[in-house]
Every structure is written in C-alpha cells, then in structure tokens.
C-alpha cells in the first residue's frame, strides 16, 4: 500500500509538487483538521536523490521502514495547513559505509529539521523588513522565539559582515534606564544619588551604519 502509494506519487508528481511548491515533495491526499478549520495536507517524497545515502552516497533501494514528520512551513490563506510527511527509511547496503540506515530528507527540509527552509527565510526577513520584533515574527509563523531569532540572524549576518561605511557624523545618545536610586545620609540627613544608570547609544547620525555602539554605564554624582 505504502509503494504503491508512492508510484501514484510519482505519476503525478509535476502537478502535485507545484500544487504544494516544495521541490521533492508531493501532496496525495487533503483532509480538513479537526474543529481547527485548517488542513491536513499528507505528501510523500518524490525526489529520488532522497535515496542516496548521506553518509556514503550510495542509492538504496531497500525500505527499512517509514516515520511520519510535520515539518512547519509557511501559512495558506486563511485557515493554517500541517504537513504530515510520510517518509522513508531505507538500509545502506555499502559494506565500507558506517551507517546502517537513513531517513529521507531533502534541501527543503533538511535532515532533523522541524520548519521548511523557506519559511526559515520567510521569517527571518519578515522580523528584518516587517514585523516590529522577534516575537511578533514567531507568533505569525507559528514557531518558537529561539527559532525566530535564529532566521532574523541568518537573514542578516550576510549585511552584517560588511565593513561599515564611511563615519561622518557621530552622534551620541544618552537614556535613562529607570529612575535614580536616593540615600540619605544617618548624620546629615541629607539625600544623596546611590545608582543613576544610563544607556549610551553611538550612532552613524548623517549616514547609513546605524546603531555602532552601545555602552551600559551610569553618571556620576554631582
């Protein structure tokens, strides 16, 4: 059931993978979700370079068994749609591989991976361009802060590796972080600053590096 299952796949894959999107996958069967008012949407694996052994390279042709993932990807119209993919395990039969077996995984969705690469790149330029934070970013994509955060990064490190443009104009910030803390002296009686923190922000003021420096600090009493 399960083969023939993939054979109808393949058949169909062309249509299938572009109902979809996700290159090496392929949608065979749609069912509502539940009282969620989304949908299921199971595929299958139909990129035959999924076959090839990590480890080795070496194409198998021997299924082992299969495991059902639901990698996140990004969101269909109105209602959400899970992914339920049933993939394959297979047996590495090279004698010099060290591996005895192997899941299916394809660039879209990397081995172990639990969000689809492009909802990845999706949501690391929506915290970059679009959304005002990191949480308002994971809250529209349905996934975890830590997962957010890390495709804002990856998003940006490639901009962030450039060397900084010309410094023109320097511009120095200070901000109050709270309100300062008073003592007052057992003797005199008198009130004095015990803590006045302040933030300082170092900025590109007339050109387009932004935010320099940033320097945790607190003033001095008068």
């Known amino acids: ?18 109902l979809l999107g996700i290159e090496g996958l392929a949608v065979v069967d749609v069912v509502p979700d539940g009282d969620a008012g989304g949908r299921v ?10 076959t090839a052994c990590p480890t080795c390279g070496v194409f198998s042709s021997s299924v082992k068994g299969n495991v059902v993932t639901s990698p996140r990807d990004i969101p269909y119209g109105a209602g959400p749609v899970r992914l339920q993919w049933r993939k394959r395990r297979w047996r590495c039969r090279e004698d010099a591989c060290p591996r005895g077996s192997f899941t299916e ?20 330029a929506g915290v970059a361009e679009r959304f005002s934070c990191v949480q308002a970013g994971a809250e529209h994509y349905r996934v975890s802060w830590p997962v957010a955060h890390a495709a804002f990064v990856a998003h940006v490190q490639g901009v962030l590796a450039q060397p900084l443009p010309p410094i023109r104009v320097l511009g120095v910030d200070e ?15 008198r ?8 933030h300082t922000g170092i900025v590109d003021a007339a050109g387009t590096g932004g935010l320099l420096a940033h320097v ?7």
């Open 1 to 18: 059931m399960v083969q023939g299952t993939h054979v109808q796949a393949v058949r169909r894959s062309r249509p299938a993978s572009l």
């Open 41 to 50: 949407a199971h595929v299958v694996t139909v990129d035959e370079s999924a």
């Open 105 to 124: 995984s394809i660039p879209a969705v990397p081995a172990r991976a639990r969000v689809t690469t492009r909802l990845r790149q999706e949501c690391g």
């Open 175 to 189: 901000t109050r972080r709270g309100k300062p803390k008073w003592v007052q002296d057992p003797v005199t009686s």
């Open 191 to 198: 009130w004095t600053v015990a803590a006045d923190r302040w």
């Open 216 to 222: 945790d600090g607190a003033r001095p009493p008068p």
